[in-house]
């Protein structure tokens, strides 16, 4: 075992501090992280270095999020949700992605992001966000469009999905004349998200278990994004059917609330998911910024934008700066809309099949673009030999199994959750940077060549927003809720399915 070099001492094994240098055969190596088991094994002209029993390639990239600025809004947002009283607000989680977000779990509420919002949630359950009304590369609405044909809604009378609308371009369109569409949930109040259109229903019967809670009027110029609540009022399972009367309606999703009251929730952590299979960045850049609609009015609860996006922007031959810049305009046209820049952003990287170290350097650059204080990257993929699924975790080397959507929420929650346990630096001064936009974006030049890979860290699955005025009992018109998002115009999908 060869002799390390610490802060000017002389060590073998240890654990290191926080930004403490260490030093082999002339190569510094500076942990950004703390309690981190280092060991250097070898010759001296190759070292192999071992963290935490995980070989590295010399000269290893070494980074964890625990102490980024970014990750620690998101950390601040989240230990407020579970601070209990009156004033814990819900801790928002948007995620973009492609089809890596969902496919190959084998049922829908299995997917490595549910099981990642299930770690984040304090004493009460909290609603689980929002489901759309299609699913798939082709926005279906069959069950074969959905994982596992775990497909929650129930149509009839030539329903069509729509790929113009909703939050991940997954909409679906109802036509009048014995189209319907019906979901049951478990909970109390729930919120329909659709858009109004210039020849959408005048009056469209929407009963909730059997009873009438008043006719919705979604004809109007063209506006994405609307919702309304109907509360079930009793604790329990409810039954919701959505009858057009003299034009189709356009439904976006539906969200349902599990005991708790919108937004003002302790405890609770919601995932908003806008994922699209074959869909890059550059579909949420160049689609119309309708898609981000249902955000409108959740604001103040946000606290996490998390990307899944690099393999089809690669395969549609987009350039790590094109990459970078599609990246950038995303955050912007969210933070557009949102009139925020409180967002915390983490651009993160799963493994797969195709070189990606271009593009993660590229995120590198956006992350910084945008500003190291709300934005982070997390190269999870730098965890698995070879940066590759394996065998063990995937079956097509692009689309984890049940076991890779238990893995990724395992190796991505530690470091984006609180917890007491005490660090030799107190993280950096979050509420000054807080203070801090970020600059939008520009065209920067190329990114820098790509870097080693990184160990271990954490990332955060999201949840998503809802509605804040909650509306009604049986029998009375329901109120609109300013909520989420939709996108008016079909964005291209990338070459490849992802």
């Known amino acids: 075992m060869a002799k390390v070099s610490r802060d000017g001492g002389s060590s073998q094994r240890g654990v290191t501090r926080q930004n403490e240098t260490l030093t082999l055969a002339g190569t510094d190596v500076r942990l950004a992280g703390s309690d981190s088991d280092l060991i250097v ?37 989240l ?33 490595w992001i549910d099981r990642l ?25 069959t069950d074969g469009d959905w994982p596992g044909g775990d497909n929650p809604w129930t149509y009839a009378g030539g329903v069509s999905g729509s790929v113009a609308n909703g939050l991940g371009f997954h909409a679906a369109t109802i036509p009048s004349g014995g189209g319907s569409a019906t979901i049951t949930y478990f909970g109390d109040k729930v919120t329909v998200f659709y858009v109004k259109t210039p020849g959408g229903p005048t009056a469209a019967t929407v009963t909730l278990d059997g009873t009438s809670v008043g006719p919705l009027n979604a004809r109007a110029t063209q506006a994405p994004g609307q919702n309304v609540q109907y509360d079930g009022g009793a604790y329990g399972f409810h039954t919701l059917v959505v009858t057009p009367n003299d034009g189709p309606l356009v439904i976006e999703g539906v969200q349902w609330f599990d005991g708790d009251s919108p937004f003002f929730v302790v405890g609770s952590v919601q995932m908003f998911e806008a994922a699209h299979a074959g869909f890059g960045a550059k579909d949420w850049n160049t689609a119309n910024n309708d898609w981000s609609a249902m955000l409108t009015g959740a604001d103040g609860f946000f606290g996490m934008g998390l990307t899944i996006l690099d393999v089809n922007d690669i395969a549609a031959g987009r350039t790590p700066t094109q990459f970078r810049d599609d990246l950038l305009a995303i955050v912007n046209r969210v933070d557009a809309r949102l ?67 238990i893995w990724a929420p395992t190796s991505s929650a530690k470091s984006s959750t609180p917890h007491p346990r005490p660090t030799t630096r107190s993280p950096p001064n979050a509420s000054r940077s807080m203070r801090q936009p970020p600059p939008t974006v520009a065209s920067h030049g190329p990114p820098r060549s790509p870097r080693s890979p990184a160990p271990p860290s954490r990332t955060t699955r999201p949840p998503p927003p809802r509605s804040a005025n909650a509306a009604t009992g049986s029998g009375s018109t329901p109120a609109p ?5 939709p996108p008016s115009t079909r964005p291209a999908a990338a070459s490849s399915k992802s």
């Open 41 to 77: 094994d070898g010759v001296i002209n190759a070292p192999a270095i071992r963290i935490n029993g995980r070989d590295l390639v010399a000269p290893a990239r070494l980074e964890t999020l625990e102490h980024q600025p970014g990750i620690n809004r998101w950390r601040q947002k």
């Open 79 to 111: 230990a407020v949700s579970r601070s209990g009283g009156s004033g814990a607000l819900s801790a928002i989680i948007l995620v973009v992605g492609d089809s890596r977000v969902r496919s190959s779990a084998s049922k829908y509420r299995l997917a």
């Open 117 to 141: 919002r299930t770690r984040f949630l304090g004493a009460a359950p909290g609603s689980y966000g929002f489901l759309p009304a299609s699913e798939g590369g082709f926005s279906g609405v």
């Open 339 to 405: 009139g925020t820049t409180s967002l915390s952003w983490l651009f993160c990287c799963l493994p797969t099949s195709v070189d990606t170290t271009a593009h993660v350097a590229a995120m590198r650059d956006a992350a910084k673009l945008v500003g190291l204080s709300r934005a982070s990257v997390f190269d999870m993929a730098a965890l698995r030999p070879g940066r590759a699924w394996g065998t063990d975790l995937s079956s097509d080397g692009s689309h984890g199994n049940d076991a890779a959507h």
């Open 481 to 485: 809720t300013r909520l989420c998002c």
